[in-house]
């Protein structure tokens, strides 16, 4: 039985691969760049959504939700399911963005 010398057909054994696996390891793969910082207020305000989820929210809150939304030029308003058509009223008048709804999580259980 011969042994086969350490040479490119035939790495040492000390490199770092487990015995039996060929070749080196493939490198891992790179993550995608990362989107660039919002600078301003503008850009800022492009990403984020302005939120009312509460349930018992007023529709004047609504209607206020939306004003701000189209003053700061937001990406997206959130409402509570009740409130979508009032919110996307809005957004037809020109008062807002896109309304976009949330089912709201039970609510938690009274206090003994």
Same mark, same amino acid.
């Given at each position: 039985?011969?042994?086969?010398?350490?040479?490119?057909?035939?790495?040492?054994?000390?490199?770092?691969?487990?015995?039996? +696996?060929?070749?080196?390891? %493939?490198? $891992? $793969?790179?993550? %995608?760049?990362? %989107?660039?910082?919002?600078?301003t +207020?503008?850009?800022?305000?492009?990403?984020?959504?302005? /939120?009312?989820?509460?349930?018992?929210?007023?529709?004047?809150?609504?209607?206020?939700?939306?004003?701000?939304?189209?003053?700061?030029?937001?990406a997206?308003?959130?409402?509570?399911? /009740?409130?979508?058509?009032?919110?996307?009223?809005?957004?037809?008048?020109?008062?807002?963005?896109?309304?976009?709804?949330?089912? $709201?999580? $039970?609510?938690?259980?009274?206090? +003994?």
């Amino acid at each position: 039985m011969t042994t086969a010398s350490p040479g490119p057909d035939h790495p040492a054994a000390d490199e770092s691969r487990p015995a039996g +696996r060929p070749g080196p390891y %493939p490198p $891992p $793969p790179v993550p %995608p760049p990362l %989107p660039p910082v919002p600078t301003t +207020r503008a850009e800022l305000a492009a990403v984020i959504d302005h /939120t009312l989820l509460r349930p018992e929210a007023t529709s004047d809150e609504i209607i206020k939700l939306c004003a701000d939304a189209a003053k700061w030029k937001v990406a997206a308003v959130c409402v509570a399911p /009740t409130h979508v058509y009032l919110a996307a009223a809005c957004a037809r008048r020109g008062d807002g963005p896109v309304p976009a709804a949330f089912k $709201p999580l $039970p609510a938690p259980p009274p206090a +003994r």
